[in-house]
């Protein structure tokens, strides 16, 4: 197949468009511009779709969507909805994902916004019964057998990530009901290949544990601020007093879970059907091991100190520009 022609076009009815006598693939400029990366490939791997049903399946004398395309769409893993009037992915993830009926998960996102308390026991027991609750939630979906996985992109691309990024990353897939790929990905200002953090799960997972990434991410930085003015730590001891955090906050989220009360145990099995989702969409993987770093016990310790006494909450910072996610529920 080769490379097409592309195009930025001022559509006002649709996001993308596939031209065969033209060769040409045209993406609409107000989805390049005010939209994330991850939505403007769910529509740009649409477009391909259809220029390789056409050039390469023989798709010329069947309707746009017919199976030949749908046949594309599997082996490109393209969304075959991802056109017209489709919700893009940043949408989807913003709004609730949620059945009318189920009022469970907007409970949930309620409870995030009283764990903002001052008094820190009334803080931590709202963080405390809102992780109940999601696993209730997921018992539940994983009973259901009908939930259906998206895939974003957290954090920044870059051609290095730190040490507590990647821990962080493995935080999300033990409590917040997501899986977690590195994945290849252009970094802008530096012109060069890196790599991202890909997370998949059912959309209200993922805009919690989108969230989450951002709050303690911002969490850190806040922190280590406080805790290095006057000290002039370098970039090592930085990173040591992050995993403290972390190390901290896992400590808290997994004494929650060992509580009679907690539901949290029952949720742990792996769901198959995101299993099966993440073989279809990630068919080759390999797994990557980092070199042990030398710590600083103290500044470590000193990390978990302050990552024990966190409570996720809505409220710290906003979360990232590109997305625009927010976890309190929306009024009106």
């Not at 195009?7 to 400029?29: M, N, P, Q, T, V």
């Not at 709202?126 to 109940?132: I, L, S, W």
């Not at 001891?237 to 004494?255: N, P, V």
């Amino acid at each position: 197949m080769l490379r097409p022609l592309f195009h930025l076009r001022d559509f006002r009815d649709r996001w993308g468009s596939w031209s065969r006598e033209k060769r040409e693939i045209a993406l609409s400029l107000k989805l390049v511009l005010n939209h994330s990366w991850d939505s403007v490939r769910e529509v740009l791997l649409h477009e391909i779709a259809h220029q390789f049903a056409d050039e390469v399946l023989g798709a010329s004398g069947e309707s746009p969507h017919g199976l030949r395309f749908q046949k594309a769409c599997h082996l490109l893993r393209a969304n075959p909805r991802a056109s017209e009037a489709y919700p893009l992915l940043d949408d989807r993830v913003k709004a609730d994902g949620l059945r009318p009926e189920d009022k469970t998960f907007l409970r949930i996102k309620k409870l995030m916004a009283l764990a903002t308390s001052s008094n820190l026991h009334e803080a931590e027991a709202a963080m405390a019964k809102a992780h109940a609750l999601m696993a209730k939630y997921n018992l539940h979906l994983l009973e259901e057998g009908s939930s259906a996985f998206e895939t974003v992109s957290v954090g920044r691309s870059a051609l290095r990530h730190s040490p507590e990024e990647y821990t962080l990353a493995h935080l999300l897939q033990e409590f917040y009901f997501v899986q977690g790929i590195w994945i290849s990905a252009f970094v802008l200002e530096k012109k060069k290949m890196g790599r991202v953090l890909e997370i998949s799960g059912t959309l209200p997972n993922l805009q919690v544990a989108s969230y989450v990434y951002d709050f303690v991410s911002r969490f850190i930085l806040a922190q280590w601020g406080k805790y290095n003015s006057g000290r002039n730590l370098n970039r090592r001891r930085r990173t040591d007093f992050a995993l403290g955090i972390i190390e901290g906050l896992r400590a808290k989220l997994k004494s929650e879970d060992g509580r009679k009360d907690s539901p949290s145990a029952l949720i742990r099995r792996e769901d198959p059907r995101l299993n099966e989702y993440m073989s279809y969409r990630y068919p080759r993987t390999a797994a990557v091991s980092a070199g042990r770093i030398r710590q600083d016990p103290r500044v470590l310790q000193d990390g978990r100190e302050v990552g024990r006494k966190m409570v996720i909450s809505k409220g710290l910072a906003h979360p990232a520009a590109d997305r625009k996610l927010q976890i309190c529920s929306r009024k009106g």
